[in-house]
C-alpha cells in the first residue's frame, strides 16, 4: 500500500472498522513509514480532543451560563484571529503528537491488530471445533496438554463458569488448534445455545470488550492472567460481553 491508499483509510483505521487484512497492510506500512505513523498519531490525538469536548459539552448543556462561557472560551484573545488561533492549536495538537504519540500509537495498533486477528481465529475455533466438528486436528485433552505445553490448560480442567442469570452448563472441555492457534477449549451452554470460551497466549484488552471480526458470532475479548480469552457465540452481542465481563475475575484467579 502507498501512503495514498494509507492515508484514505486513516480515520476508519483510527475507528477500527477496517476488515483484519487491511488493518494489518495498513499496520505494515506504517512500520517503515514514519510521515504516515505522524499523520494518524495526529488525526487520532485530534478526534480523542473532539470527543473529550464533546462529552464536556454534553454534560454542560442544561447550563443557561454554558453558551455564554462557551462563546468566551471560543473568543480570540485580542490581536488574534480566530483562524491564526486554530491553526496554533493545530500546530500544538500535530506537536503533540508526534514528540509523544508515534511510537505509542504504533505499538497500539500492533496490538490491537493482533487481538482483531486472535478474535477472528477464536470465531474461526468455535464454528469448526464447537459447531461442527471439522477441525484438521483432533482436540487433545485438557490433561495433555498441560503436560505437553504447560499453559493455561491445567487449571481450565476445573474451571466452573458463574451463573450469569441463569446456569451455565459445560458441555466440554478440550485443547484444540484453529489456524495454528493453540485454545484451551470449554464449550458452554447458556439458555440452551451453544457459547465457546477460549483461551489462548496473547495479551488481552484492560476491560472485556466486544470485537467485530466476524458477522456470524458476537466475539468478547478479556484479560485472564497472563492470557487472552474470548467468548464466541452466536446470541446477542451484549449476552456475550455480559458473560465475558462476569468470567474475566473468576477466569483470572483460576489462571493466576
Ligand atoms: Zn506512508
Ligand atoms: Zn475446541
Known sequence: M?????REFADAFIAEQLLVETTQQVVRH?????ECRTEFATRRLLRDRLRTAFGRAVELEPRPDFAAQLAASLRPPQ????????????????????AAGGGEFLREARSRSRLTALARQAA???????????LAERPISLGVAARRYGGPYA????FVPPPVGSSIEVAER?????????????????????????VTKGAGPA????ESADREYAIASLRAAGFVAFVVGSMD???????????ADPLSRQLA
Open 207 to 210: 476491560a472485556p470488550q466486544l
Open 155 to 158: 487449571a481450565l480442567a476445573s
Open 2 to 6: 502507498d501512503c495514498r491508499s494509507v
Open 124 to 134: 474461526g475455533d468455535h464454528q469448526n471445533c464447537a459447531v461442527k466438528f471439522n
Open 174 to 198: 478440550h485443547s484444540c488448534v484453529y489456524d495454528g492457534v493453540r485454545f484451551g477449549h470449554i464449550v458452554l451452554r447458556d439458555q440452551g445455545a451453544l457459547v465457546s470460551l477460549l
Open 30 to 34: 506504517l512500520e517503515t513509514c514514519e
Open 237 to 247: 452481542a451484549a449476552r456475550v460481553l455480559r458473560l465475558a465481563q462476569a468470567f
Open 79 to 98: 490581536n488574534l484571529s480566530r483562524r491564526s488561533v486554530l491553526r496554533s492549536w493545530w500546530a500544538l495538537a500535530a506537536g503533540v503528537a508526534v
